[in-house]
């Protein structure tokens, strides 16, 4: 068989209706913050899909912060990776800051979130070491551990009766090869919007010898009191070993961090092939992300926004009588059943016929027979807003349920 064909063959229905949903924005240039409505193919949308969950992307402070940064210092700088001559003050700074906020002993910068973790396991376990990690994982966790040389074992999502038997498996295991256990878990489930059950977790450590990494990609800045964390919204910082955060959601910016320890901290600075053979993330955006951290921890009022939005959102919609899941966070999935071209069709319709975007999940994501429309509230969507949208998701619900979205009524419809 032909490559293409074979490739255009197994992109599935998806694939084949994957230029409804195609095209780019236009990000309008403000004095203020990037509200929540941009333009598509010309059109003013409302967006439901920016990871910018306090606003802070377009802040006037921190433009003024990113702009001061790239002046002083260019775009490029520093030029080598942190341990040979990409260090500086500000990068030392940042990494003290944040590790005082998520009540770790020290953070090391990173790159990227995605390569950032995945180096991250990497280094941490070798072929002695046992991996145990939620079902539910990130991709970049499922890439992280596909990297272990060891043995890895995968719990039930939540699920701690799952996670005990598969602890008891790792203990046995660690006694032949004198190896240790690292159990890996999120704080925010980017899909579902659940938290991980990182007290419950952290409670077994009396029973199991063990260490616990969380992605908290989500939970950084909008979980917990001050917006620390889930493991702060869950009263178990102390209990959290390595503790990872994005700077690409509350932060609205590029890179990552991770924390821990001194020496385990420091273990990884020397040990992350990622960094170690990788550039230093560039002064201006260092420099901006100092800004975007002071505004994360003195204005709790975007915080405190972006939870009235999500929370007033997620109420209407399960007063509408929509499935939302098991989310207690601000990430807001709808589910409803059909199927994956009345996926592309549904999306589209809200696009073009109500000027309102979203990002869409399905199979393999998902079971099949369920589509899931994602909506990520931030500290700058209105009241107004959510009524928009609750009124559209009323209305496609009926046009689903009467069968409009079907492949054979669509050839003469505008959708």
Request: proline letters at 3%.
């Amino acid at each position: 068989m032909d490559l293409f064909d074979k490739i255009s063959k197994n992109m599935g229905p998806l694939g084949q209706h994957q230029k409804m949903a195609h095209g780019y924005f236009s990000f309008p240039k403000l004095e203020g913050e990037i509200a929540p409505h941009m333009k598509f193919r010309g059109k003013e949308h409302l967006v439901w899909s920016l990871n910018n969950y306090l606003g802070l992307a377009n802040h006037p402070e921190v433009r003024k912060a990113d702009a001061e940064g790239a002046a002083e210092f260019g775009l490029a700088y520093p030029m080598g990776a942190r341990m040979m001559s990409g260090n500086s003050s500000n990068h030392e700074a940042l990494e003290k800051e944040l590790a005082e906020f998520v009540g770790k002993q020290d953070s090391f910068l990173l790159n990227y979130g995605y390569q950032g973790i995945m180096s991250a396991i990497d280094a941490l376990v070798d072929r002695h070491d046992v991996i145990v990690y939620d079902a539910e994982s990130h991709a970049c966790i499922i890439d992280g551990v596909r990297l272990h040389q060891g043995k890895r074992f995968v719990y039930s999502h939540n699920d701690m009766e799952s996670l005990e038997k598969q602890l008891e498996r790792a203990a046995r295991w660690v006694e032949n090869t004198g190896g240790a256990i690292l159990v890996i878990t999120e704080g925010v489930f980017g899909m579902s919007g659940a938290q991980g059950k990182l007290k419950e977790v952290v409670d077994l450590k009396q029973k199991f010898n063990f260490r616990i990494l969380i992605d908290d990609a989500h939970g950084f800045g909008t979980m917990g009191d001050t917006g620390a964390g889930t493991h702060e919204a869950q009263g178990c910082i102390e209990g959290i070993d390595i503790y990872f955060g994005t700077f690409a959601k509350s932060m609205a910016g590029i890179g990552a961090f991770i924390a821990s320890t001194e020496e385990i901290t420091n273990f990884l600075r020397y040990n992350m092939r990622s960094q170690t053979f990788a550039k230093s993330l560039p002064m201006p955006m260092v420099v901006g992300l100092r800004k975007r951290l002071e505004l994360l921890k003195s204005k709790p009022e975007l915080r405190e926004k972006l939870w009235e939005v999500a929370t007033t959102l997620q109420n209407g919609l399960k007063e509408r009588g929509f499935n939302i899941g098991v989310t207690d966070t601000m990430v807001t999935p709808v589910f409803l059943e059909g199927e994956l071209s009345e996926a592309t069709a549904i999306i589209m319709d809200l696009r073009e016929n109500y000027g309102i975007f979203c990002s869409i999940v399905v199979y393999p994501v998902i079971p099949k027979g369920l589509i899931m429309l994602r909506l990520i509230p931030t500290a700058l969507h209105t009241i107004e807003d959510v009524n928009r949208t609750l009124d559209a998701y009323s209305e496609l619900a009926v046009k689903l349920k009467k069968g409009h979205y079907k492949e054979k009524n669509l050839v003469n419809a505008k959708v």
